[in-house]
């Protein structure tokens, strides 16, 4: 099999895992602001969508080496098929949890893939990085995602718990009519929230598709092709208005009914959360942050008002994602790939 063919396959799939990133986490990002009326579906939509790609062209490189640190697989063509395979598991479980109507990670589904995928490859943990655990900052390999499964919506709960004290206290004397400013508010707040989540989640795939190139000889920089960044953010955009109502269903109404306050709250919480995680190279689940903010919002507002049986099907989602994706991995791989010799033309 030409691994000129194998390299355009993973192309090709990076770009099908990154609209069903759309899909899946872009319609968390759309859910608060459709939730509590301050924009409608279409607008809210169009305005992810826009915000997104630009997070995919501007947002930096930082998350690209934390996917790539998952492996120590030696840059050949034997890696190739593996990228294949995680993608296609990642890709089909943001199916199975759309049709689910559960926000799950797709960032986990994709670390997941890769480590199902390898050990099918190698027969064993041989090329997974375990990595080590420091702090959120400085730990390595599959050690630092798992950190972030774990912190991530303890962070998310805090960030929406605090904010809406400390805006419920400054806002204690507000009239009704601030309720038409908060919805205008986040004209500003879903911007820049979308951003974040473009710039954080379209880099993994940016990171597949390196490692593809890297594999097969064609790059050995290790840098993310201005191309490779347009593609990506033109899928993600496209996802994003492909939206799942069934997970803009979940989160801006299921776990807690928000209002223009909690909405903004939301927000604001859960782009602080991603764009920082950005910043310092941290592969976080954006729908896993948006979720929890909103467990958060609900906590401080009235912690009976939270419906904690629906958010109990999302965590259960959040921890199943990585080993049913691992196992999707793992069986394509020993069924489609086991026997495939890769030949450089």
Not at 251 to 280: C, M, N, Q, W
């Amino acid at each position: 099999m030409s691994i000129t063919f194998l390299v355009l396959l993973v192309v090709v799939l990076a770009l099908v895992y990154t609209f069903t990133n759309g899909f899946q986490d872009g319609s968390s990002v759309t859910a608060a602001p459709i939730a509590c009326g301050a924009m409608t579906e279409l607008q809210a939509m169009l305005l992810v969508a826009t915000f997104e790609f630009l997070g995919a062209l501007l947002g930096g490189s930082s998350v690209v080496g934390a996917v790539h640190d998952l492996t120590s697989w030696p840059k050949r063509p034997d890696f190739i098929p593996v990228l294949i395979t995680a993608l296609c598991a990642a890709v089909l479980w943001n199916y199975t949890t759309r049709i689910l109507r559960v926000p799950s990670s797709s960032t986990h589904a994709l670390v997941g893939g890769l480590i199902g995928s390898m050990i099918a490859a190698a027969h064993g943990l041989k090329y997974v990085n375990i990595g080590h655990i420091n702090d959120i900052i400085h730990s390595t390999g599959v050690a630092r995602v798992l950190l972030s499964l774990f912190i991530s919506p303890l962070i998310g709960i805090a960030a929406g718990y605090l904010l809406l004290r400390v805006a419920a206290l400054l806002l204690v004397s507000a009239t009704p009519v601030m309720n038409k400013v908060l919805r205008l508010l986040q004209w500003i707040t879903v911007p820049i929230l979308a951003f974040a989540h473009g710039a954080n989640d379209t880099q993994k795939a940016m990171a597949v598709i390196v490692l593809s190139l890297q594999s097969c000889g064609i790059s050995h920089s290790g840098l993310v092709p201005l191309w490779a960044r347009i593609i990506t953010g033109i899928a993600m955009a496209f996802g994003v208005i492909m939206l799942a109502p069934g997970i803009v269903k979940r989160v801006g109404y299921d776990i807690f009914k928000l209002r223009p306050l909690h909405g903004f709250v939301v927000e604001v919480a859960s782009e602080a959360v991603i764009l920082t995680a950005s910043l310092i190279g941290g592969p976080v689940a954006t729908s896993q942050v948006i979720s929890s903010a909103v467990v958060g919002v609900g906590s401080s507002q009235r912690i009976k008002a939270v419906r904690w049986l629906v958010f109990k099907d999302i965590f259960a989602a959040w921890f199943l994602t990585i080993p049913c994706a691992g196992l999707f991995a793992y069986l394509l791989y020993v069924l489609v790939f086991h026997n495939l010799t890769v030949k450089l033309h």
